[in-house]
């Protein structure tokens, strides 16, 4: 693939499939904002049926010579995300109260046909 944009809209693709095949619920995607960007935003339910609010980090590499894409997802990467994650809230008003989480999903090899591996509730946001 020739263009590093054209493949991580496939990635993403594939993992947003991935996610709703797994019971989550598409919101947004590539929801940017001056401090970052949100690959994917999708809603999730608990074990007793409460909504979730997931952000998604789609991170793909395509080998894992430099370490796995969600090696890459370091505290400036968080900070970030949780800084975009902010500011959709603010502008989506009916998920205030909703409780969110933050997944990574760590894809690799042949971009059309990738391995991703989901981490849920990669990090926590403290404070």
């Not at 990635?11 to 709703?20: C, M, Q």
């Not at 019971?23 to 904002?33: F, K, R």
């Not at 109260?97 to 933050?102: A, E, K, L, Q, V």
Request: overall charge positive; charged content about 25%; aromatic content about 8%.
């Amino acid at each position: 693939m020739s263009s590093t944009r054209a493949r991580g809209a496939v990635v993403e693709a594939a993992a947003r499939a991935h996610l709703i095949d797994a019971g989550l619920q598409p919101v947004a995607a590539n929801a940017n904002y001056r401090l970052g960007e949100l690959d994917l935003v999708m809603l999730d339910r608990d074990r007793g049926g409460t909504p979730i609010l997931v952000f998604v980090e789609v991170r793909y590499r395509r080998s894992s010579g430099y370490g796995g894409g969600a090696d890459s997802v370091d505290w400036r990467k968080q900070r970030r995300l949780v800084r975009a994650a902010q500011l959709f809230l603010g502008s989506h008003r009916q998920y205030a109260n909703t409780p969110c989480r933050f997944d990574v999903i760590d894809a690799s090899g042949d971009p059309h046909a990738p391995a991703l591996d989901w981490i849920r509730d990669a990090f926590r946001v403290d404070g």
